[in-house]
């Protein structure tokens, strides 16, 4: 058995789960969320406020899915309870972004602008000191698109321009006169 996957996982109020036809839908204030799983190496119920996993054997790949799906389902019903927020700075001279619809327009030092379309289920905010904060409920989506946007322009290791997570560290680089 999977250390994740014995952990039952509590539903706060408002918050629905159903099983059925190996596709589990995870109903909440935010949203709504739907998830296949494997139903021939694990069994989903709700029990009261908890959803609680069990497998049908024993197998190396039986348990490797236990865990996965508890986690899963942690991801999901927490989006559809609070959601998910990840926050870009966007750092440079003459750097700007901005939210014109369902586009996010990028100015990153090229000689045009990026256009990069918003998913659906995705709410992305620019604010003019360089900040994107992008929220959903779908943990997998949020990150993505994350991803995807800071590898429009990463941050260089010299001048610390580029596109980081509001959490991530640069290490700064010493130029040629440093070294000496």
Do not use: W
Not at 50 to 68: I, R, S
Request: aromatic share 6%; hydrophobic share 35%; proline share 4%.
């Amino acid at each position: 058995m999977s250390k994740v996957g014995k952990l039952p996982v509590a539903l706060p109020a408002g918050v629905t789960v159903s099983v059925a036809n190996d596709v589990i839908t995870v109903k909440g204030p935010q949203g709504e969320l739907k998830q296949s799983f494997h139903s021939d190496a694990i069994e989903i119920k709700v029990e009261g406020t908890e959803v609680v996993l069990t497998t049908k054997d024993e197998t190396k790949q039986t348990n490797a899915y236990h865990g996965l799906y508890r986690s899963l389902i942690a991801n999901m019903v927490k989006g559809v309870s609070e959601g998910f927020t990840k926050t870009l700075v966007v750092t440079g001279v003459g750097y700007r972004s901005e939210v014109k619809g369902k586009e996010l327009v990028m100015n990153l030092g090229y000689s045009s602008d990026y256009v990069v379309i918003i998913p659906d289920g995705l709410k992305v905010v620019a604010t003019p000191d360089g900040k994107l904060t992008v929220s959903g409920v779908d943990k997998q989506l949020v990150g993505e698109f994350c991803s995807q946007v800071r590898k429009l322009r990463k941050p260089e290791p010299y001048k610390g321009k580029g596109i980081r997570y509001d959490n991530e560290v640069i290490r700064r680089k010493v130029g040629k006169t440093g070294v000496k």
